[in-house]
């Protein structure tokens, strides 16, 4: 199997986003991957354990698990065995000839969710290709080719409009294949607008003409079709943001799985509380047998022993719970996340924790990729770092992926994550600083940028396979995520 695929990039100005890519075999019973990431915050930050909680840290986390997007070439779309072109076809022709099955209508809508998707996917993998490829002598010929299939691709989608022109068959469906046009228009003119955005050499004149032309032919279409998601220059584009934002949701939808988190550990943690409230109440009884035997029941030495005995069970009771809750915590995880598909078939689970650890108590090969430059380390080391170690780990378990695996070439899980980092920003500095300079005879003063790093590194990888790491730095200032540096 190949090994994991990891990336990472600044999502917004308060965001930085991680992926992970692990391969799946869908002939294995179960399959199983792990993450591991340490965050090293300087203390200067304020960011700690007495200022920042799991639940903080849960609530800055936004976790996603879904199937990798099946690859296809562009003009692929209606050739080979997984055709994704040809499953929509059959899986509209089998729900206009069968109107009320509920497994063809579901078949359906995952068929044209997953040709959406597969297509918008191509064409996002094709121009990224032209773009890290533009020195190729043939790049000409691979942006023609390029704007060529995807129009005929297209075209082919739209070719599929007239199965549904069946007056017994619900308006629900074409709505449905309207949304999916009008996505794919806008992901036509998203891709192309990237291309002319780069090729802007003269030579490329008549293809970025062609690519423009294109565009306002899609933006012509949508307008005729009355889809309501045109933008204009003298426009707020409210309307054409949402409706792009609930489009591309909707079309990711088929592969993204569902979830229900829980706290993990909940019944050993009520039976932890058992044994603590048990110590407690043995404590307090064995007090009052004790001084029974030697006192008078009704006087008063007696009476207050029995008012002190209840105040060390009550002491005794919270920290045996706080004792041993957190010696399971040493043992279990924070949050267990069952994964279900659309039909609500468990597909598996994921687990994940977080906690303020030492330096020192981190694992041997973390703590030596840290390997901090020496300004770094006297900086930091003036107060030192704080270090946020969180993992996940992830089951998927082949039973439920059988579906989804019998119907698409789907060979890979994407695992995504995305922090904010607001709660960092709090107590930093001004972002702007004012410096006097020498220059021509004279001081003067120049603008500067204050920033901050934090370090963040990742462990990650599937069972039986070797580990994979990676480091980063976060460029950080009171404003936001500056930009993101990779080792």
Request: charged residues 30%; contains cysteine.
């Amino acid at each position: 199997m190949e090994n994991p695929e990891q990336s990472v990039s600044v999502h917004d100005k308060y965001q930085f986003e991680v992926k992970f890519t692990y391969p799946v075999d869908p002939r294995q019973k179960e399959m199983e991957y792990h993450v591991e990431c340490c965050m090293f915050i300087p203390q200067n930050l304020c960011v700690n354990k007495s200022t920042y909680s799991k639940e903080e840290f849960y609530s800055d986390l936004l976790k996603y698990t879904r199937f990798k997007t099946p690859v296809t070439r562009i003009g692929e779309m209606d050739s080979g065995e997984n055709a994704p072109l040809l499953k929509l076809e059959e899986a509209m022709r089998n729900l206009v000839s069968a109107r009320n099955v509920s497994g063809l209508q579901n078949e359906f809508n995952d068929s044209l969710k997953m040709f959406c998707s597969i297509f918008k996917s191509s064409l996002r993998d094709e121009e990224a290709f032209i773009e890290k490829n533009h020195a190729d002598p043939a790049i000409m010929l691979l942006i023609e080719k390029y704007l060529q299939k995807s129009a005929e691709g297209l075209s082919k989608f739209r070719a599929l409009r007239e199965i549904f022109q069946d007056p017994h068959l619900s308006v629900r469906y074409m709505k449905m294949y309207q949304l999916a046009d009008e996505f794919l228009s806008l992901t036509i003119c998203k891709y192309h607008s990237r291309l002319i955005m780069f090729i802007k050499s003269s030579e490329f004149d008549l293809l970025r003409k062609d690519a423009y032309s294109a565009i306002e032919k899609e933006t012509s279409y949508r307008q005729a079709w009355s889809y309501g998601s045109t933008a204009s220059e003298n426009s707020d584009n409210e309307e054409f943001v949402y409706r792009e934002g609930a489009l591309k949701k909707i079309m990711a939808s088929v592969l993204f799985l569902k979830k229900e988190t829980v706290k993990e550990g909940r019944l050993l943690e009520q039976f932890s509380f058992g044994i603590a409230a048990g110590l407690a109440m043995a404590f307090a009884t064995g007090v009052a047998v004790l001084f029974r035997c030697r006192l008078d029941e009704f006087s008063l030495t007696f009476f207050a022993v029995l008012v002190i005995s209840y105040m060390f069970k009550d002491r005794i009771k919270e920290l045996s719970r706080m004792y041993l809750s957190e010696c399971l915590r040493k043992y279990l995880y924070d949050l267990r996340t069952d994964l279900y598909n659309s039909f609500g078939n468990k597909m598996g689970f994921t687990k994940e924790s977080c906690s303020f650890v030492s330096e020192n108590s981190l694992p041997a090969q973390i703590a030596g990729i840290r390997n901090k430059d020496f300004l770094s380390e006297l900086d930091n080391g003036v107060l030192g770092e704080d270090v946020i170690y969180y993992k996940k780990q992830i089951k998927l378990f082949s039973s439920g992926c059988r579906k989804i695996f019998a119907n698409f070439p789907v060979d890979g899980v994407v695992d995504i994550f995305r922090f904010d980092v607001r709660k960092f920003l709090e107590k930093m500095d001004n972002p702007a600083k004012e410096l006097y300079i020498p220059s021509n005879g004279e001081i003067i003063p120049v603008k500067s940028k204050r920033v901050y790093h934090v370090t963040v590194i990742f462990r990650y990888g599937m069972k039986d396979h070797e580990d994979s790491f990676h480091k980063i730095r976060l460029i950080l200032c009171r404003n936001g995520i500056k930009r993101i540096e990779n080792f």
